[in-house]
């Protein structure tokens, strides 16, 4: 099926599926068949087809057609468009066909028509696509330099510096219509064209006119248009128009004048790029077009045609061309879908490859399940295991039995006890022979898994000493000594080299630690299972790292940041999922409320209630020092403030990250007995404290923070049988800010606020794909979750079924994988 003809049809469904109402595509079908002509007609070289052609399309106006009659017409151009891809020279007519009956249009007006009886320049090869920049005319070292910084080297490069939006231009209207407003467009003649100085400001002032009237044009700091512009010319404008003094006028609009090319910079769907200094929107649109028209042609399409035609995406070259500059929003939304769809799907592609490649790299040793001392373990427990606790148990244990590599994602909301779950494997690793390993994103997290995790043990055990940094157990394992060992950088080096020798000779079964554990100088004598806690803060590369301290671990990976299931299986494909949808019993509903600034009074008043009733208080600052970039008060500043002026009468204490680790112990140890009051705090601790006796929680410039982060906040409080709340501040939230904050007002459900994080968030955003060593997504959105399953589904199937990209089919497609993953040796 041809481009255009395809384009049609989706355009008559669309129409019908809206009753007929002319609202398929913006401008009315009219407009569109008039551009979908001129491109049908420019594909026939038969010059006397050409004028049937036209012919056929010279009386049809649908706008003016009663709307019971519309259906009938729509039914003529499916039967015209069938003509149309039926003939030779790719359109050609059926000469029988009545052409009384046929569906017409009007010819296009100049303005939106580009030169069909000039020769298309022929396609430049494949080659020049990896050019540099300066290969092209007007780009000179200087501008190549400019350039680099935007990530554009080659050719191929320009082709996927796709816009940043489009800025619809193509409606056009009559000056006695115009209204003051953006996005407007007129074509006009100049009657006059002269400098002029509003403000002392050398500018250029036009005087525009067609048949309904005159309106002035007013380009402000740029006295050059005057000699590029002249009276008697037909142009086109596009822009924003003001009411200055009662009169009409267009500001610094765009502009172009009227011949027989197409339009680039009015008139049309403009695209507006992402700049740099010295780049100016203009030039870079004019260069693009050309870019674009000579070169788009030379795109090879990797994407395999059985996938394209099954999921009914358009070709590269075309999607390339449509993403610059589109013919129409549905031509647009096309390419997007087409482009969008590439990038998940190598991005899946390229982590089903990951975890082939570990599982297969060597065989795992497998961890059989101690049933006894697993008994044990779940009896001494203060609770029983949640539904969603123990089968995401089994699927573990299922996967440690194994001697393929385990690598599994455990999800689970704050507070749902997703430690106490690895706890359960950690033992059966450790009963086995081998040693385990915990690594968490920061020391305040680290020294919480190490405090949770020795307080289960001490309920196992018979007796508990501690010497040099390691703790050791007796009565947990029947046979020898059970010993755990914190391993962090902030530690006493003496202390740090003598834990890493106990690690490397097997003394110690369980070392709990920081980015410290993977460190070059840390050896183990036999890991076999490696947890990583808040998976999303560590690259690729650092999970690898860990994996490589054994031989072939098993890997479980831990996350409190609720992740879609469909963007969790992306993300996160080369691992297996388990997840922990579901509270302990007892768990308290965190009553939240969102307050203005002068409320900030009343919030104080209610700590100092909840303080007097012997309950302790969070206030998180986004700063650990003043910044006069960021407006936001910070932990420092606050502490003083609060401690001297608010709350002289309580025992206060602050935490950041720019505290020693004996600082930070000190600190939370106060703070866990009872001994501070208030703890004034950066995002420090957004994971990993556990202080049941901490009911109330503010959270200062909450708008800075993303829906995820403020429910991971909030989940450090509502620990205990207490009631508790959180209260958000925010001085002046922008439109987006004021959406989140009414969402975690009235939401508890940290997976129901992922999803609308995503929503808000825009592309890639969510969590970062570059630190979770992942390709970027220029055109992709996460929360496009139709496409992401899409290509999700096309991969798996694709990879079962040449999970090397072998076949001569999937050559185009392998080249373009290892271009898009060099790093992924598995491919080679």
């Not at 554009?152 to 231009?169: E, G, K, M, Q, S």
């Not at 200055?244 to 507006?272: A, Y």
């Not at 995002?683 to 410039?701: C, H, Y």
């Not at 993303?706 to 049988?721: A, C, E, N, P």
């Given at each position: 099926?041809s481009?255009?003809?395809?384009?049609?049809?989706?355009v008559?469904?669309?129409?019908k599926?809206?009753?007929?109402?002319?609202?398929?595509?913006?401008?009315?079908?009219?407009?569109?068949?008039?551009?979908w002509a001129?491109?049908a007609?420019?594909?026939?070289?038969?010059?006397?087809?050409?004028?049937?052609?036209?012919?056929?399309?010279?009386?049809?106006?649908?706008?003016?057609?009663?709307?019971?009659?519309?259906?009938?017409?729509?039914?003529?151009?499916?039967?015209?468009?069938?003509?149309?891809?039926?003939?030779?020279?790719?359109?050609?007519?059926?000469?029988?066909?009545?052409?009384?009956?046929?569906?017409?249009?009007?010819?296009?007006?100049?303005?939106?028509?580009?030169?069909?009886?000039?020769?298309?320049?022929?396609?430049?090869?494949?080659?020049s696509?990896?050019?540099?920049?300066?290969?092209?005319?007007?780009?000179?070292?200087?501008?190549?330099?400019?350039?680099?910084?935007?990530?554009?080297?080659?050719?191929?490069?320009?082709?996927?510096?796709?816009?940043?939006?489009?800025?619809?231009?193509?409606?056009?209207?009559k000056?006695?219509?115009?209204?003051?407003?953006p996005?407007?467009?007129?074509?006009?003649?100049?009657?006059?064209?002269?400098?002029?100085?509003?403000?002392?400001?050398?500018?250029?002032?036009?005087?525009?006119?067609?048949?309904?009237?005159?309106?002035?044009?007013?380009?402000?700091?740029?006295?050059?248009?005057?000699k590029?512009?002249?009276?008697?010319?037909?142009?086109?404008?596009?822009?924003?128009?003001?009411d200055?003094?009662?009169?009409?006028?267009?500001?610094?609009?765009?502009?172009?004048?009227?011949?027989?090319?197409?339009?680039?910079?009015?008139?049309?769907?403009?695209?507006?790029?992402?700049?740099?200094?010295?780049?100016?929107?203009?030039?870079?649109?004019?260069?693009?077009?050309?870019?674009?028209?000579?070169?788009?042609?030379?795109?090879?399409?990797?994407l395999?045609?059985?996938?394209?035609?099954?999921?009914?995406?358009?070709?590269?070259?075309?999607?390339?061309?449509?993403?610059?500059?589109?013919?129409?929003?549905?031509s647009?939304?096309?390419?997007?879908?087409?482009?969008?769809?590439?990038?998940?799907?190598?991005?899946?592609?390229g982590?089903?490859?990951?975890?082939?490649?570990?599982?297969?790299?060597?065989?795992?040793?497998?961890?059989?399940?101690?049933?006894?001392?697993?008994?044990?373990?779940?009896?001494?427990?203060?609770?029983t295991?949640?539904?969603?606790?123990?089968?995401?148990?089994?699927?573990?244990?299922?996967?440690?039995?194994?001697?393929?590599?385990?690598?599994?994602?455990?999800?689970?909301?704050?507070?749902?006890?997703?430690?106490?779950?690895?706890?359960?494997a950690?033992?059966?690793?450790?009963?086995?022979?081998?040693?385990?390993?915990?690594?968490?994103?920061?020391?305040?997290?680290?020294?919480?898994?190490?405090?949770?995790?020795?307080?289960?043990?001490?309920?196992?055990?018979?007796?508990?000493?501690?010497?040099?940094?390691?703790?050791?157990?007796?009565?947990?394992?029947?046979?020898?000594?059970?010993?755990?060992?914190?391993?962090i950088?902030?530690?006493?080096?003496?202390?740090?080299t003598?834990?890493?020798?106990?690690?490397?000779?097997?003394?110690?079964?369980?070392?709990?630690?920081?980015?410290a554990?993977i460190?070059?100088d840390?050896?183990?004598?036999?890991?076999?299972?490696?947890?990583?806690?808040?998976?999303h803060?560590?690259?690729?590369?650092?999970?690898?790292?860990?994996?490589?301290?054994?031989?072939?671990?098993?890997?479980?990976?831990?996350?409190a940041?609720?992740?879609?299931?469909?963007?969790?299986?992306?993300?996160?494909?080369d691992?297996?999922?388990s997840?922990?949808?579901?509270?302990?019993?007892?768990r308290?509903?965190?009553?939240?409320?969102?307050?203005?600034?002068?409320?900030?009074?009343s919030?104080?008043?209610?700590?100092?209630?909840?303080?007097?009733?012997?309950?302790?208080a969070f206030?998180?600052?986004?700063?650990?020092?003043?910044?006069?970039?960021?407006?936001?008060?910070?932990?420092?500043?606050?502490?003083?403030?609060?401690k001297?002026?608010?709350?002289p009468?309580?025992?206060?204490?602050?935490?950041?990250?720019?505290m020693?680790?004996?600082?930070?112990?000190?600190?939370?140890?106060?703070?866990?007995?009872?001994?501070?009051?208030?703890?004034?705090?950066?995002?420090?601790?957004?994971?990993?404290?556990?202080?049941?006796?901490?009911?109330?929680?503010?959270?200062?410039?909450?708008?800075?923070?993303?829906?995820?982060?403020?429910?991971?906040?909030?989940?450090?409080?509502?620990?205990?049988?207490?009631?508790?709340?959180?209260?958000?501040?925010?001085?002046?939230?922008s439109?987006?800010?004021?959406?989140?904050?009414?969402?975690?007002?009235?939401?508890?459900?940290?997976?129901?606020?992922?999803?609308?994080?995503l929503?808000?968030?825009?592309?890639?955003?969510?969590?970062?794909?570059?630190?979770?060593?992942?390709?970027?997504?220029?055109?992709?959105?996460?929360?496009?979750?139709?496409?992401?399953?899409?290509?999700?589904?096309?991969?798996?199937?694709?990879?079962?079924q040449?999970?090397?990209?072998?076949?001569?089919?999937?050559?185009?497609?392998?080249?373009?994988?290892?271009?898009?993953?060099?790093?992924?040796?598995?491919?080679?």
């Open positions: 099926m481009l255009p003809t395809e384009r049609l049809r989706s008559i469904a669309l129409e599926k809206k009753g007929c109402q002319n609202t398929a595509v913006i401008g009315g079908l009219d407009k569109f068949l008039a551009k001129v491109e007609a420019s594909t026939i070289n038969d010059r006397s087809v050409l004028e049937r052609f036209r012919k056929l399309l010279s009386r049809f106006e649908y706008a003016a057609m009663p709307v019971e009659k519309r259906s009938a017409a729509l039914d003529g151009l499916t039967a015209l468009a069938e003509a149309v891809e039926g003939t030779p020279n790719n359109i050609a007519l059926n000469k029988n066909q009545n052409q009384s009956e046929a569906p017409v249009v009007a010819e296009p007006p100049a303005a939106y028509r580009k030169k069909v009886t000039q020769s298309k320049a022929p396609a430049a090869s494949p080659a696509l990896s050019l540099p920049v300066t290969a092209l005319k007007g780009i000179s070292e200087a501008t190549a330099v400019k350039f680099k910084k935007l990530g554009i080297a080659t050719v191929n490069d320009l082709l996927y510096h796709f816009p940043a939006r489009h800025v619809d231009y193509s409606q056009t209207a000056i006695s219509s115009l209204l003051p407003g996005d407007q467009t007129i074509v006009a003649n100049i009657w006059e064209v002269r400098l002029t100085t509003p403000g002392g400001r050398r500018s250029t002032e036009a005087i525009l006119g067609d048949e309904t009237g005159n309106i002035r044009a007013l380009w402000f700091n740029n006295p050059y248009l005057v590029q512009l002249r009276n008697g010319d037909r142009v086109v404008i596009s822009g924003r128009v003001s200055w003094k009662g009169r009409l006028v267009f500001e610094s609009p765009e502009w172009e004048k009227l011949e027989e090319k197409e339009l680039v910079h009015t008139g049309r769907l403009v695209p507006v790029y992402p700049l740099t200094a010295g780049l100016f929107p203009r030039a870079v649109r004019k260069l693009m077009k050309e870019v674009v028209d000579g070169f788009s042609g030379s795109l090879s399409d990797y395999p045609s059985d996938i394209r035609q099954h999921r009914g995406l358009i070709g590269l070259s075309s999607a390339v061309s449509q993403a610059h500059f589109p013919d129409d929003e549905l647009k939304n096309a390419a997007r879908v087409r482009l969008a769809f590439d990038e998940l799907f190598f991005l899946q592609l982590v089903l490859a990951r975890k082939r490649a570990w599982q297969h790299s060597q065989p795992a040793l497998a961890i059989p399940t101690d049933n006894t001392l697993l008994n044990r373990f779940l009896k001494s427990l203060a609770f295991l949640t539904g969603a606790q123990q089968k995401s148990l089994n699927e573990i244990l299922s996967d440690l039995k194994r001697t393929e590599a385990m690598s599994r994602l455990l999800q689970g909301e704050v507070g749902s006890g997703k430690t106490v779950v690895a706890a359960g950690i033992l059966m690793a450790i009963s086995a022979g081998f040693q385990a390993a915990i690594m968490a994103p920061t020391e305040i997290l680290a020294e919480q898994h190490f405090r949770s995790l020795t307080r289960m043990l001490d309920l196992l055990a018979t007796e508990k000493q501690a010497v040099d940094g390691i703790t050791s157990y007796l009565g947990i394992l029947p046979d020898r000594p059970f010993s755990v060992a914190l391993l950088g902030d530690a006493k080096e003496s202390g740090k003598a834990i890493r020798g106990r690690i490397k000779t097997g003394e110690v079964d369980l070392v709990i630690g920081t980015h554990l460190q070059k840390v050896k183990f004598k036999k890991l076999g299972l490696a947890v990583i806690d808040e998976q803060r560590f690259g690729v590369e650092q999970r690898l790292s860990l994996r490589q301290k054994g031989t072939n671990p098993h890997i479980l990976v831990m996350t940041t609720p992740i879609p299931r469909t963007l969790a299986l992306t993300l996160y494909g691992l297996d999922l997840v922990i949808n579901e509270l302990p019993p007892g308290q509903t965190i009553k939240t409320r969102w307050l203005k600034p002068e409320q900030r009074s919030a104080y008043a209610f700590i100092r209630k909840q303080v007097d009733l012997k309950q302790q206030i998180i600052c986004p700063l650990v020092e003043e910044s006069e970039a960021v407006q936001a008060r910070a932990a420092t500043a606050e502490y003083e403030n609060l001297q002026d608010v709350f009468e309580f025992r206060l204490g602050l935490l950041h990250g720019r020693s680790a004996t600082e930070k112990d000190s600190v939370m140890g106060a703070f866990g007995t009872g001994k501070l009051d208030i703890l004034v705090s950066t995002p420090v601790i957004e994971v990993g404290i556990d202080v049941p006796n901490a009911t109330v929680m503010l959270i200062e410039s909450a708008d800075r923070f993303g829906l995820s982060q403020l429910h991971q906040f909030r989940g450090r409080v509502g620990r205990g049988t207490e009631q508790s709340y959180c209260m958000l501040l925010a001085e002046n939230p439109e987006v800010a004021n959406a989140r904050l009414a969402v975690i007002e009235k939401t508890q459900d940290g997976f129901v606020l992922a999803e609308e994080d929503k808000l968030r825009g592309p890639g955003e969510f969590f970062g794909t570059r630190q979770s060593g992942l390709p970027d997504l220029k055109m992709a959105k996460l929360s496009d979750v139709p496409i992401l399953e899409m290509a999700r589904e096309e991969a798996t199937k694709l990879f079962q040449d999970p090397g990209l072998k076949k001569p089919e999937h050559r185009a497609l392998y080249d373009e994988l290892i271009h898009i993953w060099p790093q992924t040796g598995e491919w080679s």
